[in-house]
C-alpha cells in the first residue's frame, strides 16, 4: 500500500508551498498532478481547458492518478483544488496515501489569487462569488475525503508545517 501524503484543497489553499515545504522536511520528493499534467500535455491548464474543455482534463486527472499509484510511494503529492470531485478519485487518493485536506476561507483564496489569470474556473466578472460558490459546493466533500483537516487561516507557514509534522508521525 502506497504511503505517500496528499494535499488537497481549494485553488489558492497553499497545497503546493507547503507540499513543497513538507517535502523538504520529510527528505521526500514532491509531486504535483497540475504540473505533471501539463508536463505530459505540453501546454498549460489554461490552454487543456481552452482547448479541451474541462471533462478532458478530468479525465487527465483520473489517469494521472492511476499512473502515480503503480508508481509513487513515500512522497508528498499535491493535487488540483476539483480533483477529490470524482468519485473514482476520491478512491484513487485515499489508496495513494494519507489525504491532508488543507482548508481556507473564501477570503483568504481571494486574497491570494487576485491579479491570477492560471485558473480557468475564476476568471471573468465577480471572482469572490465564483470562489465562496464553489467552495461551498465543495467543502463538504473535501472534508468527507480527508484523513486530516488543516486550517489554513490565519497562520504562517511554519505553523501549519508543524502541523503537517506532526499528521506524518
Ligand atoms: C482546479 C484547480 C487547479 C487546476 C485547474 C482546476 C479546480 O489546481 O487543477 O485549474 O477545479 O479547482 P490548483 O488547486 O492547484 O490551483
Given at each position: 500500500?502506497?504511503?505517500?501524503?496528499?494535499?488537497?484543497?481549494?485553488?489558492?489553499?497553499?497545497?503546493t508551498?507547503m507540499?513543497?515545504?513538507?517535502?523538504?522536511?520529510?527528505?521526500?520528493?514532491?509531486?504535483?498532478?497540475?504540473?505533471?499534467?501539463?508536463?505530459?500535455?505540453?501546454?498549460?491548464?489554461?490552454?487543456?481547458?481552452?482547448?479541451?474543455?474541462?471533462?478532458?482534463?478530468?479525465?487527465?486527472?483520473?489517469?494521472?492518478?492511476?499512473?502515480?499509484?503503480?508508481?509513487?510511494?513515500?512522497?508528498?503529492?499535491?493535487?488540483?483544488?476539483?480533483?477529490?470531485?470524482?468519485?473514482?478519485?476520491?478512491?484513487?487518493?485515499?489508496?495513494?496515501?494519507?489525504?491532508?485536506?488543507?482548508?481556507?476561507?473564501?477570503?483568504?483564496?481571494?486574497?491570494?489569487?487576485?491579479?491570477?489569470?492560471?485558473?480557468?474556473?475564476?476568471?471573468?466578472?465577480?471572482?469572490?462569488?465564483?470562489?465562496?460558490a464553489l467552495?461551498?459546493?465543495?467543502?463538504?466533500?473535501?472534508?468527507?475525503?480527508?484523513?486530516?483537516?488543516?486550517?489554513?487561516?490565519?497562520?504562517?507557514c511554519?505553523?501549519?508545517?508543524?502541523?503537517?509534522?506532526?499528521?506524518?508521525?
Amino acid at each position: 500500500m502506497p504511503d505517500n501524503i496528499i494535499l488537497i484543497g481549494f485553488m489558492g489553499s497553499g497545497k503546493t508551498t507547503m507540499g513543497i515545504r513538507l517535502s523538504y522536511r520529510l527528505r521526500q520528493t514532491f509531486l504535483d498532478t497540475d504540473r505533471l499534467i501539463e508536463k505530459e500535455e505540453n501546454r498549460s491548464i489554461t490552454d487543456i481547458f481552452a482547448a479541451d474543455g474541462e471533462e478532458y482534463f478530468r479525465k487527465k486527472e483520473t489517469e494521472m492518478l492511476e499512473q502515480l499509484l503503480k508508481e509513487t510511494s513515500g512522497q508528498v503529492i499535491s493535487v488540483g483544488g476539483g480533483t477529490p470531485l470524482r468519485e473514482k478519485n476520491r478512491e484513487l487518493l485515499h489508496k495513494l496515501g494519507k489525504v491532508i485536506y488543507l482548508k481556507v476561507s473564501p477570503e483568504t483564496v481571494y486574497e491570494r489569487l487576485k491579479g491570477d489569470n492560471t485558473r480557468p474556473l475564476l476568471q471573468g466578472e465577480n471572482p469572490m462569488e465564483k470562489i465562496k460558490a464553489l467552495l461551498q459546493e465543495r467543502n463538504g466533500i473535501y472534508e468527507e475525503t480527508a484523513d486530516v483537516i488543516i486550517c489554513g487561516d490565519g497562520k504562517d507557514c511554519q505553523q501549519i508545517l508543524d502541523e503537517m509534522m506532526e499528521v506524518c508521525k
